[in-house]
């Protein structure tokens, strides 16, 4: 004999082990998204770095100009 509990958990055990699972990979999906658009976001910076800070001075509409574009795709 068993109580009505046991044989409830015993019978949601699968389903648990799925859902636990599921959310772990969708978990780790989830960071490495992150890490990418991170990556991503960091090299498309270092890249444009050297053109928006020149060592010469970089004029302030030039500036705007480089950073309203950036804003306008995202």
């Given at each position: ?13 699968r ?21 990418g ?19 010469d001075?970089?004029r302030r ?14």
């Amino acid at each position: 004999m068993r109580t009505l509990d046991a044989v409830f958990a015993e019978s949601l055990a699968r389903q648990r082990f799925s859902v636990t699972i599921i959310t772990t990979f969708a978990a780790a999906a989830l960071l490495l998204a992150m890490v990418g658009l991170y990556g991503v976001i960091a090299l498309s910076v270092g890249q444009r770095r050297r053109e928006i800070w020149r060592p010469d001075g970089a004029r302030r509409a030039s500036v705007r100009r480089a950073f309203a574009s950036c804003s306008a795709r995202v």
